[in-house]
């Protein structure tokens, strides 16, 4: 159980990083990003390069944070205000392609090999036969860190009070004085820097690649839409719900009851993500903390 609960606070932070901000978009724009997880990728991308220009890692961590947060804010003004004004329809679409664009820039500029960040080589310590390395810590404690400064941010600030009136209602938000443009630009810095950060922590952990934010878009997405769209404190509890879910099924073994040995393959880790969706949409399809949908 001590393997299952640390992989879940591993699993489940870098999922509660991006299902926030994916949440934020949609709760304030109105339209599911399917680019949102390349802002992991490109995170991941950018530290490397950084670094292999010869900076810190640390200082390259930062920066690659701000980066990523300046494309976001420049997507959103350039490519994705004009597409919501066509529906978001088009603009899901739009985020798909880019999606596709995205992973085939850097493929071209990278190759399919997975790169590396100068990380020096860890001596993992071993709780109650677990192996545990103190990148894996400082993930769960940045990534907490992270997540409870933005329920803060949203809860006690005038920034947040302003975010959640946009996401409620955009209309009387205009009339009250508030700059909705503005708004949407520190949702997506806030939404894609946290993403970024969850691509530096898995290319610390390991290494990054192409795939990186694509091999997550199902459990993040079933994340957003189990925690109830639009809200960040669902979205962070579907999470670490999930990461649960897909941990204790790679741990039980099925074939105990017939006196063998079978467990679930890692590959199929993304189905658990699938059937925990289906299951919430279909008794609670308005999410965890989401509103119930008023029919009729």
């Known amino acids: 159980m001590v393997e299952v609960l640390f992989d879940t606070a591993v699993r489940g932070s870098i999922i509660a990083l991006l299902a926030v901000g994916l949440t934020m ?26 670094t292999g220009a010869g900076l810190g890692l640390m200082a390259s961590s930062v920066l690659a944070a701000v980066i990523v947060a300046a494309i976001s804010v420049l997507l959103n003004r350039v490519l994705f205000r004009r597409l919501l004004k066509s529906g978001p329809m088009i603009a899901l679409i739009g985020s798909l392609a880019l999606s596709i664009v995205t992973r085939a820039l850097l493929q071209l500029t990278y190759g399919s090999r997975p790169q590396y960040l100068p990380v020096p080589l860890e001596r993992g310590m071993s709780f109650r036969g677990v192996l545990i390395t103190p990148s894996q810590v400082w993930l769960i404690i940045i990534s907490v860190g992270l997540l409870a400064l933005l329920v803060l941010l949203l809860k006690f600030t005038s920034l947040g009070r302003a975010v959640r009136a946009v996401a409620a209602n955009p209309e009387l938000a205009d009339v009250s004085g508030i700059n909705q443009k503005r ?16 691509g530096i922590l898995l290319a610390i952990g390991s290494a990054v690649g192409i795939e ?50 079978y467990h679930v393959d890692v590959s199929y880790r993304p189905a658990v993500g699938f059937l925990l969706l289906v299951v919430m949409l279909a008794f609670r399809p308005q999410g965890l903390m989401g509103r119930a949908v008023r029919r009729g």
């Open 25 to 50: 978009v949609q709760g304030t724009l109105k339209f599911a990003n399917v680019a949102h997880v390349e802002f992991a990728t490109l995170g991941g991308y950018a530290a490397v390069a950084l």
């Open 183 to 198: 708004v949407t630009d520190v949702v997506w810095v806030l939404s894609s820097a946290l993403a970024a950060v969850a």
């Open 212 to 261: 990186l934010g694509f091999n997550l878009l199902l459990p993040v997405f079933a994340a957003a839409i189990v925690g109830g769209l639009g809200s960040v404190g669902g979205a962070i509890i579907a999470a670490y719900v999930l990461a649960f879910a897909e941990s204790l099924v790679l741990q039980v073994n099925w074939g105990a009851a017939l006196g063998a040995s």
